[in-house]
Each structure stands twice: as structure tokens, then as C-alpha cells.
């Protein structure tokens, strides 16, 4: 089993709706981040989290600390945000390795 | 903005043959980290540096490879004689600091094919 899973697999959304991709973990964690891998392979760091939730510009990150639970949200989707969405997870036993899901592969079409 | 670097950005080698991969991190990071993700599958965790030497490597990380840090700012991996399942996309990452909770930094990657 995956220490850290997430659905769904695959998103495809209309231009302007809300998006949310979810991520469990099944291990003990000192922070949970969502990254975004373009089409070209390079992935960017969006949100690292521990408790709570962030903001930035239409992206929402939320954690529960006591469900091992976190989503991403997305509000006003557009084309430009399809990509790869990844939740890794930074365990506090192992250092800062970090431990990747498999990914949401989102598309938004116009 | 600083930003992490890696080259090249695609390497063909034979198998058997020694590749050297090739990270710049972010000058005032302190920890450095390899990751590789094989196509289709997901990312996944070779070896972190610190204080020029490993701190922690996975299972994946056996004697073929190896990582070096020549000089103040190039980070290296290097896979002494290359198999066909080497064939992946690897990516250099760097953070300022440890402990789990801090943000890391991914260069662009190397995509290399072994044939």
C-alpha cells in the first residue's frame, strides 16, 4: 500500500469550475506539500503545509492533521492550470526526504 | 528569482557506460537531494547531501551510484555503468534548511535514456 495516495487519478474540468484533488497519508508527517509538474516534466513547489490551510491567488491547500487528510483546490480553473498535481509528504522519522503520491494528471478545457 | 539548474537537459548513453549528471542548487541552500521518476511512474527519493556528505538514501541508491559535491556550487550524480532501467528522469532539488517541514527547490531535470 502507498504511504501516501491520491485521487482521482485523472481530472477533466471545464474552463471556470472548482477543482478539488485530495491526498491521505498513512504515516506519521512533519509537513505535506503539493507540487505542479508541467507537461515538460519540471515541478514547482505550490504549498507546504503542517496544519491548517494557505492561500495563494486561486490555489487553496487544506490539511487535517487528525484525518492524515489534505486537499487542493483550485477556484476559476483555467487551460493554463492543467498539469500534473502532486502531494508528497516530508516525514518527521525520516529526515526531509520527501515521499510522492502518484499524482492527478488535470486538464481544463476551454 | 534564484533558481535550481541541472545539464544537460537530455542525456543518450549505451549501456554499461559511467553518466555524470549535473545540479547547480541554490547558492544559499545547505541541503541537496536527487530524486528520480522512471516515465509513467511517480517520483521517487535516491539521496540527500549535506555538509558534503549523504544523509540519508533509499534502497535505489546502491553502489552504481554515487553523488559529489567538487566544488562550492556544482552538485553531481553520477551512475557508474548504466542499465536500461536507469532510464528516467532525474531531478536535483536543494532547501535551506532540514528538518521535514522546509520547502524544496527542483531544477528542471535530466531526462535520460539508456539504450
Known amino acids: 500500500k502507498n504511504e501516501v495516495e491520491q485521487s482521482p487519478q485523472n481530472l477533466t474540468a471545464q474552463e471556470g469550475e472548482f477543482i478539488t484533488i485530495n491526498c491521505s497519508y498513512s504515516v506519521g508527517i512533519s509537513a505535506l506539500h503539493w507540487l505542479q509538474q508541467h507537461p515538460g516534466g519540471g515541478i514547482v513547489s505550490l504549498f507546504m503545509l503542517s496544519s491548517g490551510k494557505k492561500k495563494h491567488g486561486r490555489l487553496i491547500a487544506t490539511i487535517n492533521i487528525q484525518e492524515k487528510h489534505s486537499s487542493l483546490h483550485i477556484t476559476a480553473s483555467h487551460p493554463r492550470d492543467s498539469a500534473v498535481y502532486i502531494c508528497a509528504v516530508s516525514r518527521g522519522t525520516s529526515g526531509s526526504r520527501l515521499t510522492f503520491g502518484e499524482g492527478t494528471q488535470l486538464t481544463v478545457n476551454p | 528569482e534564484p533558481e535550481v539548474t541541472q545539464t544537460p537537459s537530455h542525456q543518450v548513453t549505451q549501456m554499461g557506460q559511467e553518466v555524470i549528471l549535473r545540479c547547480v542548487p541554490i547558492s544559499n541552500h545547505l541541503y541537496f537531494y536527487w530524486y528520480r521518476q522512471i516515465l509513467g511512474q511517480k517520483v521517487e527519493f535516491l539521496v540527500s547531501?549535506?555538509?558534503?556528505?549523504?544523509?540519508?538514501k533509499s534502497e535505489i541508491f546502491d553502489d552504481q551510484f554515487s553523488v559529489e559535491r567538487p566544488d562550492g556550487s556544482n552538485f553531481t550524480l553520477k551512475i557508474r555503468s548504466t542499465k536500461l532501467e536507469d532510464s528516467a528522469m532525474y531531478f536535483c532539488?536543494?532547501?535551506?534548511?532540514?528538518?521535514?517541514?522546509?520547502?524544496?527547490?527542483f531544477g528542471p531535470g535530466t531526462r535520460l535514456t539508456v539504450l
Open positions: 547531501f549535506y555538509n558534503n556528505e549523504i544523509s540519508e
Open positions: 532539488a536543494s532547501s535551506r534548511r532540514s528538518g521535514g517541514g522546509n520547502e524544496q527547490f
